[in-house]
């Protein structure tokens, strides 16, 4: 390859533990010669802040870290037709910001990163944002994926449950989309992971006969847990979660619907 090419790296390092990182996250670190943190505002300033502590643990050498405000997103489209068009322009947005970063902030030769929540082929934008980045040609740039250990195994970990069980699919959604998911399967079809779940949407289930394993801020040091039927814990998980979002101000959280057969009961 010239060496005068861009070369950037999406490293997902895990939910949220520094214990997380894999070597091959330690490894390209440790190989960046600057570093691309999109700032979410002082609700999310811990979520920079678990960056940099990682970086200061692992990344070695002469390295920068260049901050920029990730653009806002129009949220009062959640759950209408507007969604995708939604999220289509909040990307766009967002490609223009590290277009800007790559362009005047990477000088070719020089390798960039950008560091992702739980794995970067999961639930993220990053690698959709750079495909529109290369695609535009302004920019000329290579990039390699570093997988990271996702929510949903930090989930699974933490429960001390397995995802899958013999013979049985495992399925994977937005929160929005759990009531179509659900109907689309049918009854007792496998278990479903939900992730996001900005509505709550597990208080619209009948909770019978389904066990949930939920989870918040996995991973950090402000982690939550619950799980049993949903009928008897649902209440919980409202009250948990509505105290944690007033406290942080804001929330991520991820959980497994298993219908009750071959529950493993921790």
């Known amino acids: 390859m010239n060496d005068r090419t861009r070369h950037l790296a999406v490293i ?14 330690v490894r390209a670190m440790r190989g960046t010669d600057v570093f691309f943190l999109l700032d979410k505002g002082r609700e999310k300033a811990s979520l920079v802040r678990l960056r940099r502590a990682m970086l200061d643990e692992h990344a070695t050498g002469s390295h920068r870290i260049v901050e920029a405000a990730d653009p806002w997103r129009d949220r009062a489209q959640e759950g209408t037709s507007g969604y995708r068009e939604a999220v289509h322009d909040w990307r766009r947005r967002r490609a223009d910001v590290c277009e800007g970063l790559i362009r005047d902030e990477l000088a070719p030769g020089e390798r960039g990163a950008f560091l992702v929540w739980g794995d970067p082929s999961l639930y993220d934008s990053t690698l959709a944002v750079l495909e529109t980045i290369a695609a535009r040609g302004n920019v ?9 250990v996702s929510s949903v195994s930090t989930l699974a970990a933490r429960h001390r449950i397995g995802l899958n069980r013999v013979g049985r699919p495992l399925h994977i959604t937005p929160g929005r989309q759990l009531s179509e998911t659900l109907g689309a399967l049918g009854n007792d079809d496998g278990d479903v992971v939900v992730m996001l779940d900005a509505h709550e949407s597990f208080g619209h289930l009948s909770g019978d006969g389904t066990w949930i394993y939920w989870g918040a801020y996995l991973g950090t040091p402000d982690e939550i847990l619950v799980s049993g039927p949903l009928g008897e814990v649902a209440d919980e998980i409202r009250r948990v979660r509505a105290e944690a979002r007033a406290t ?5 959280d991820t959980y497994l619907l298993r219908p009750t057969t071959e529950v493993a009961h921790p």
Request: aromatic share 10%.
């Open 12 to 25: 997902g390092i895990g939910s949220g533990d520094p214990d997380q990182l894999t070597l091959g996250a």
């Open 140 to 148: 000329t740039f290579t990039y390699e994926v570093i997988p990271g």
């Open 248 to 252: 942080h101000g804001w929330i991520m």
